[in-house]
């Protein structure tokens, strides 16, 4: 089958000519040597130069890391070799390693050593813990000796190749090659060895436009791959994948299978020539160097070839050895946690004569078939013993052992459970896919068939892009992934099933009630299974979600690319694995996932009875997933955690129920949530309880003033002198009529041109002894303001009606102490707009009605203004805040020279009045 092979860019890079490339094992960077003399390293992640070395004014024409050393080593045309530390940029050696221009270096992979070669036709080992010694010259080369590499699988040896034509395997130790590689018809440009398995090869580019494959032990040629149309620069066998990459100074990239070497694609990117081709074991990444820059691609897909049975077994292929791991081989002793790589003992199974790129069991774990090159080839689980084979570009297997294969797309054949073929079949469309499962599915580009595998009979046709298809071993249920969505299907096999044995018509749409839509997800499946009617899967963001019921859950979030296997019950565990094999588990609750079904077939009795089987810790999932149902109740009798108990009970309405929570978690804000909520429902005692457990003085202040609570606002005003919460005790005093306490609390709070201000207004009898200790006070900041401060004793002219307001507070006084309660607030509104003091001068006797407590949240005018009201919730004239430590509402400039003090902003005269009198 042609290999699937995904090419995506990852690096586009411009610069002048590039003449080597190399991958660095750890780092993401990209060693790049150009034809101007500098080395450039590029990080491709952030696609931007992290390092750059101006080595010389030549052509740079090879540079590689030596990765556990932090080094770079680089051959020039000046004949020299240069070595930098990539991290502090300083050069660790310089030394002229030739008497021509030098062609390559290679890096032995464990020991100290390094190769040249140059077109003074010599190769040269040289020992970087000698001192940089050259320990060994090899001669035999007639012409330029332009590329060395060592062999991966026996590292004593090296090849090389020349443009004498020839290319030579030569071993350290020895000054002579141990043979000779001689069939090009020009010169040899490149050499490169297989490392993907057992076989012996080796390729070679040369300018007689071809590349060729040898097998170093039988000396021979195994394949020459034409169709370049100029030199061959650069080549590769790729480390990972079965295929071999050939570079030309035609400006391709050309891409053949490794064991049939047929070309399977040329990529082009407009750079001019090909130089080098970059690649590193263990990665599916490429560097390209070209004339006009770098160009990075990863090829092939990162999912690992693998597959699990229902009993933990694992078999997977690494190229075309074959590995087998058991789940069940981790001991119950040994605590796993979610997310870690199990300890798991890795067994050979066996080698694949095929390049694997799907292998699966079948459905009762018995047999694994693998597919790759255009063939299939079933073998036992267990043996690994060959049963079946075939050609087949996809295979897939019936959920009871039938299988079919696509050898062609219009060609689908489908076989027994003892591997004989049943039935050929030619659709009437280009089967792209086909899929296997309850029944059988044929996918063209824009839509998929289903049919049944006895007769293959259309079922129904769906109208949709599949990119995967999954179903429930139930075979009721079924999920079609597209690219940005998953939609999950009933399968109706009853209605199907009468409707085919009635031999009623079907047309080109199939059974209308085939299917039935039950959801539509807008996330992209990258890889999925089925537990129940449990859909797992893993998103495009690396997210393991589970589906019940279109609802969805985040299991887990997963740190890298990982790929789901399968589930086992008995350890309650979804098992996946990445792309470096390593397989992880993560816990799923089979009891979880039965309750959540049965909550969503509405079957709330059966799932009641497997509720006590659930784990405590996951109560609080249980119960979110409830109250994403709208059953809050019930979430509410599953929830352990306390908050998310309060937001239910509060959700709810059951106050009761919150406030024992409450109680418990001693949380101010739980209470003051509480407290607002029982005083909006009219709960008032309870509300008083929670604002009291709040500390929530202003909505206690608000309560106990709506309630007329005239005992409740007196121990509200001591608690909040306590506390140091002025503004609300100042408040309560000045409600219960407890003036003297307000002055005084002013005082005490430093406020004394407010108490000044406020005796004035309410108390006209202390003015004088406020107005002294004003004075005193002033007199630290200011002395000249402070004498200019009038007493109304010594000037009481200066102070209009004073005699009035002195008969008013005494007659109010008899009063003050009286409350009456909050239901006749109605008699007292019109009381809002009374002058007091206006009232007595118009009056000719003071005996009167006398005047309620009420009366001191009245106006009162004054020469020097209107007091503001401080009633609590007034939309205007709000009292200044009193807390300790606010600024005072009188400020006076100690400064001032001119006879003048600043009071609240404004410049008043504080001088003499006409009468020599101090001005008030």
């Known amino acids: 089958m042609p290999l699937r092979l995904e090419i995506k860019r990852k690096l586009a890079q411009r610069s002048e000519r590039v003449k080597s490339v190399d991958l660095h094992p750890t780092e993401p960077w990209i060693l790049a040597s150009l034809y101007s003399g500098t080395v450039g390293i590029w990080n491709y992640q952030s696609q931007t130069m992290v390092k750059s070395f101006e080595v010389t004014e030549l052509p740079v024409r090879s540079a590689k890391f030596i990765a556990r050393k932090q080094w770079v080593v680089a051959g020039a045309d000046d004949m020299f070799i240069r070595v930098y530390n990539y991290n502090t940029m300083d050069k660790v050696k310089v030394f002229e390693a030739h008497t021509d221009y030098i062609r390559c270096v290679a890096v032995h992979p464990t020991l100290p050593y390094v190769l040249s070669s140059s077109d003074d036709m010599l190769i040269k080992l040289w020992d970087w813990d000698k001192g940089w010694l050259c320990t060994q010259i090899f001669e035999g080369h007639s012409h330029y000796v332009m590329q060395v590499t060592f062999n991966p699988k026996d590292t004593n040896t090296f090849a090389s190749a020349s443009l004498d034509r020839t290319i030579k395997i030569w071993n350290l130790g020895s000054p002579d090659p141990n043979f000779t590689l001689d069939a090009h018809l020009k010169g040899v440009n490149c050499v490169d060895y297989f490392t993907g398995g057992d076989k012996p090869y080796l390729i070679t580019g040369s300018d007689d436009h071809t590349a060729k494959v040898w097998d170093y032990q039988t000396k021979s040629c195994v394949q020459t791959l034409e169709g370049h149309t100029h030199n061959v620069s650069a080549v590769c066998f790729h480390p990972e994948l079965p295929i071999i990459l050939t570079g030309s100074e035609d400006g391709t990239v050309r891409i053949w299978h490794a064991t049939t070497y047929r070309l399977e694609n040329t990529l082009n990117y407009g750079l001019e020539r090909v130089w ?3 690649h590193m074991r263990g990665s599916r990444r490429i560097v390209i160097g070209y004339d006009e820059g770098t160009i990075m691609v990863k090829i092939g897909r990162e999912e690992p070839v693998a597959s699990m049975d229902n009993s933990g077994k694992i078999i997977w292929a690494k190229h075309n050895e074959i590995q087998t791991v058991n789940i069940k081989s981790v001991g119950a002793d040994y605590e796993v946690n979610d997310g870690e790589r199990l300890p798991l003992a890795v067994k050979e199974l066996g080698t694949c004569d095929l390049y694997p790129q799907s292998l699966k069991h079948n459905p009762n774990g018995r047999f ?19 049963r079946s084979f075939g050609s087949a570009l996809e295979f897939v297997w019936s959920s009871d052992g039938e299988y079919a294969v696509r050898e062609s797309t219009s060609k689908i054949k489908i076989f027994s459970k003892s591997f004989q073929e049943r039935k050929s079949i030619r659709p009437t469309f280009t089967a792209d896919r086909i ?47 597209s690219d940005t969505s998953f939609y999950i299907l009933k399968y109706n096999r009853d209605v199907v099933s009468a409707h085919l044995d009635s031999g009623s018509p079907v047309d080109e749409q199939g059974v209308e009630d085939a299917f039935e839509l039950l959801y539509e997800i807008n996330e992209r499946v990258r890889t999925g299974l089925w537990v129940g009617d449990c859909f797992i899967y893993n998103n495009s963001s690396w997210r393991l979600n589970y589906c019940v019921g279109g609802e969805v859950t985040t299991m887990f979030h997963l740190d890298r690319p990982m790929y789901l296997l399968g589930y086992m019950a008995n350890q309650s565990r979804v098992f996946l694995i990445d792309k470096e094999f390593n397989v992880m588990g993560y816990t799923l609750l089979l009891s979880l996932i039965e309750y959540k079904t049965l909550v969503m077939r509405g079957d709330l009795e059966r799932a009641n009875e497997i509720l006590p089987s659930i784990p405590k810790e996951h109560h609080n999932s249980v119960a979110r997933f409830l109250e994403s149902r709208g059953s809050i109740e019930e979430a509410l009798e599953v929830a352990t955690d306390p908050d998310y108990r309060f937001e239910l009970a509060i959700q709810l309405g059951k106050l009761d129920v919150a406030k024992e929570i409450a109680t418990g978690a001693h949380s101010e804000s739980k209470w003051k949530q509480l407290g607002e909520l029982a005083m909006s429902t009219g709960m008032l005692e309870m509300a008083e309880d929670c604002l009291k457990n709040a500390m929530d003085l202003s909505g206690l202040l608000l309560l106990y003033s709506s309630l007329g609570d005239a005992e409740g606002i007196s121990k509200l005003a001591c608690l909040a002198t306590e506390h140091g919460k002025n503004n609300v005790a100042f408040l309560c005093l000045f409600m219960l009529g407890k003036l003297e306490e307000c002055l005084q609390l002013l005082v005490d709070s430093n406020r004394i041109p407010e108490a000044a201000l406020m005796a004035r207004s309410y108390l006209p009898s202390k003015v004088s002894e406020i107005v002294a200790i004003w004075r005193k006070d002033l007199n630290k900041v200011n002395p000249k303001a402070a004498e200019s401060l009038a007493d109304p004793e010594e000037y009481p002219n200066l102070f209009e009606d004073w005699q009035v307001a002195l008969a008013v507070e005494s007659k109010v006084a008899e009063t003050r102490g009286t409350y009456p309660p909050a239901e006749e607030y109605v008699k007292y509104t019109d009381r809002s707009h009374v002058n007091l003091v206006e009232g007595f001068r118009n009056m000719q006797i003071y005996e009167d009605t006398p005047l309620e407590n009420g009366g001191f949240d009245h106006e009162v005018e004054e020469e020097d203004g209107e007091e503001e009201a401080l009633d609590e919730g007034q939309e205007e004239g709000q009292e200044e805040a009193l807390d300790e430590g606010q600024e005072e509402a009188v400020v006076v400039d100690a400064d001032s020279t001119d006879g003048t003090v600043l009071v609240n902003g404004n410049d008043e005269e504080w001088g003499t009045n006409n009468e020599g009198n101090p001005s008030a």
């Open 368 to 386: 694994v078939v693998v597919c790759g090159d255009g063939e299939y080839i079933i073998y036992t689980a267990l043996a690994w013993r060959n």
């Open 435 to 481: 899929y296997g499962g309850t029944v059988l599915a044929m996918c063209s580009n824009d839509f998929i068939c289903f049919y049944d595998w006895a007769e293959c009979r259309l079922i129904r046709r769906i109208d949709v892009n599949v990119k995967n298809l999954y179903w429930a071993d139930s075979g009721d249920l079924v999920a079609i992934a």
């Open 276 to 278: 080098a081709i970059g």
